[in-house]
Nanobody, 114 residues
Framework: QVQLVESGGGLVQAGGSLRLSCAAS????????VGWYRQAPGKERELVASITSGSITNYADSVKGRFTISRDNAKNTVYLQMNSLKPEDTGVYYC????????WGQGTQVTVSL
């Protein structure tokens, strides 16, 4: 069973930056598309960025130009660089496979203050 562990969240002022990491177990990781998802308080979980096995990326309109997703298959890790953070970026961030998701991890909390 593949496990995904998120880290790197924290409290940051608006305009600041954070880099999230998603570490996975298992060699199959490098063959699959991975997404970063966000769940804001009182809202449903949404996909904010994804990256294919060939490193083709896609972003939600709300984060386009500010977030960058990348992957290091040698380290079984996917990153989310978040710049120019806004209070509306606040939420718990999770990673998972875009298709055939595995059990969700604990996520990592991102809080952006004014």
């Amino acid at each position: 069973q593949v496990q995904l562990v998120e880290s790197g969240g924290g409290l940051v002022q608006a305009g600041g930056s954070l880099r999230l990491s998603c570490a996975a177990s298992g060699s199959i990781f490098r063959l699959r598309a991975v997404g970063w998802y966000r769940q804001a308080p009182g809202k449903e979980r949404e996909l904010v960025a994804s990256i294919t096995s060939g490193s083709i990326t896609n972003y939600a309109d709300s984060v386009k130009g500010r977030f960058t997703i990348s992957r290091d298959n040698a380290k079984n890790t996917v990153y989310l660089q978040m710049n120019s953070l806004k209070p509306e970026d606040t939420g718990v961030y999770y990673c998972n496979f875009v298709r055939a998701a595995v059990s969700w991890g604990q996520g990592t909390q991102v809080t952006v203050s004014l």
